[in-house]
């Protein structure tokens, strides 16, 4: 069966400090990757996704950056975390992309920014 | 573009008492509809989706949710709730791909 590991599970930042988040998928070849950020424990925002090895889309301009540089992983990144920065960050996989594949998702990193 | 609105931030149920969340969406074109459920501090896992077919679609833990086209709904239902459900539920749309897009969520509280 496929499994999703996001670490750490909690992550505590200065403002200005860099950030890197790691998500890897088992159990699964060439998934589809993405990276959500939940702020306020509520709505969802879609910041970037992954459909191969190098290949990011991003949703959202902003402070962070992916990277897939395996075929089951996927990273986060930031080169200076702003407050704005914090929230729940959460990783998901897909079998193929189509608008009918389900997203299973990580049990996500929280990360506070001070 | 698509949408999803979660018209109720918060729902109170008995233990035992059915349950409905409601959730209404936005597409132009065919309308695949998810619903996920969120413990505190965690993930999001997977209760169902509708693709096509059977406007009633069948769930994990005895969740269930009706799909209406002329309402553009898809609200989650249960027969008999738990406290054990307490959680935060989202429902979510996609016709595009890659881009799930979710509602706003809403809680599920039901007292013993």
């Known amino acids: 069966s496929q499994t999703i590991h996001q670490w750490p599970a909690t992550l505590v930042q200065p403002v200005g400090s860099p950030l890197s988040l790691e998500c890897t998928v088992e159990g699964t070849s060439n998934p589809n990757l993405y990276w959500y950020r939940q702020a306020a424990g509520r709505g969802l925002q879609l910041l970037f996704y992954?459909?191969?090895?190098?290949?990011i889309s991003s949703e959202v301009p902003q402070n962070l950056s992916a990277s897939r540089p395996q075929d089951r992983q996927f990273i986060l990144s930031s080169k200076k975390l702003l407050l704005s920065d914090s929230g729940f960050y959460l990783c998901a996989w897909s079998v193929d992309g189509t608008s009918t594949d389900t997203q299973y998702f990580g049990p996500g990193t929280r990360l506070t920014v001070l | 573009a698509q949408s999803v609105a979660q018209p109720e931030d918060q729902v109170n149920v008995a233990e035992g008492n059915p349950l409905t969340v409601k959730c209404t969406y936005s597409v132009s074109g065919n309308p695949y509809l998810f619903w996920y459920v969120q413990y505190p501090n965690r993930g999001l896992q997977f209760l169902l989706k509708?693709?096509?077919?059977?406007?009633l679609v069948k769930g994990s833990y005895g969740f269930e949710a009706e799909f209406n086209k002329s309402q553009t709904s898809f609200h989650l239902k249960k027969p008999s709730a738990l406290v054990s459900d307490s959680a935060l539920y989202f429902c979510a749309v996609n016709n595009a791909g890659n881009m799930l897009t979710f509602g706003g969520g809403t809680r599920l509280m039901v007292k013993p």
């Open positions: 509708y693709i096509t077919g059977d406007n």
């Open positions: 992954s459909v191969g090895i190098g290949q």
